[in-house]
């Protein structure tokens, strides 16, 4: 009798395991696309687009992109407050911002302005649009300096045409490869804002 039971148990365990709804969502990167907000952080940011060179290193290259990035200045004081730079990393800035709750923690302590940058050919920042990744040519500028130029540009534009931001200060905030991006740009592009 023992021996049926051994011999049933495997088919037992399969009948049993095909009834079970999975509890783990499929393992991947779908959840970065998704824009939705993480409940304690608030929402309320305007969505922006600067026009930025495709290659800040070339002399001959004038092609331009349009770079998306989200400001949020309810907690801002002109004159005052500080501003507080996400180096976006490699995915949508709106998810980022969605479930970035630090900055937006530590904004209306600092009086701050947020500023959540798009990394180039990530989200809405594509240089060549859909054709982005379909030459490889067109990946040559996917790099860390043309993003770190990329940031010092769209900063230097903010504290042009935004008043009371000129001689503010400029906090870089990232994290994994938005956190190299923040301290690079921290080593050498400091000067440029």
Same mark, same amino acid.
């Given at each position: 009798?023992?021996?049926?039971?051994?011999?049933?148990?495997?088919?037992?365990?399969?009948?049993?395991?095909?009834?079970?709804?999975?509890?783990?969502?499929?393992?991947?990167?779908?959840?970065?696309?998704?824009?939705?907000?993480?409940?304690?952080?608030?929402?309320? &940011?305007?969505?922006?687009?600067?026009?930025?060179?495709? !290659?800040? %290193?070339?002399? =001959?290259?004038?092609?331009? *992109?349009?770079?998306?990035?989200?400001?949020?200045?309810?907690?801002?004081?002109?004159?005052?407050?500080?501003?507080?730079?996400?180096?976006?990393?490699?995915?949508?800035?709106?998810?980022?911002?969605?479930?970035?709750?630090?900055?937006?923690?530590?904004?209306?302590?600092?009086?701050?302005?947020?500023?959540?940058?798009?990394?180039? &050919?990530?989200?809405?920042?594509?240089?060549?649009?859909? !054709?982005? %990744?379909?030459? =490889?040519?067109?990946?040559? *500028?996917?790099?860390?300096?043309?993003?770190?130029?990329?940031?010092?540009?769209?900063?230097?534009?903010?504290?042009?045409?935004?008043?009371?931001?000129?001689?503010?200060?400029?906090?870089?905030?990232?994290?994994?490869?938005?956190?190299?991006?923040?301290?690079?740009?921290?080593?050498?592009?400091?000067?440029?804002?």
């Amino acid at each position: 009798m023992g021996c049926w039971a051994l011999l049933l148990l495997p088919f037992l365990s399969l009948g049993a395991a095909t009834t079970i709804r999975p509890r783990l969502k499929t393992l991947g990167s779908p959840h970065l696309s998704t824009n939705t907000p993480d409940p304690a952080v608030p929402s309320s &940011y305007s969505v922006h687009y600067f026009q930025q060179k495709v !290659d800040h %290193f070339g002399f =001959s290259d004038t092609r331009t *992109f349009k770079q998306r990035y989200l400001v949020a200045d309810k907690h801002w004081q002109r004159n005052g407050g500080s501003i507080l730079f996400y180096t976006g990393n490699e995915g949508d800035i709106v998810w980022f911002c969605n479930n970035t709750g630090f900055m937006w923690d530590v904004a209306e302590e600092l009086k701050a302005m947020l500023v959540f940058a798009e990394h180039r &050919y990530y989200g809405k920042s594509l240089p060549f649009g859909r !054709d982005s %990744f379909k030459d =490889s040519q067109h990946l040559n *500028f996917l790099t860390s300096e043309q993003a770190l130029a990329d940031f010092a540009e769209l900063i230097r534009h903010l504290k042009e045409t935004i008043p009371g931001t000129e001689g503010q200060p400029v906090i870089a905030i990232g994290g994994s490869y938005g956190g190299m991006l923040a301290a690079w740009f921290r080593m050498k592009r400091c000067a440029d804002t």
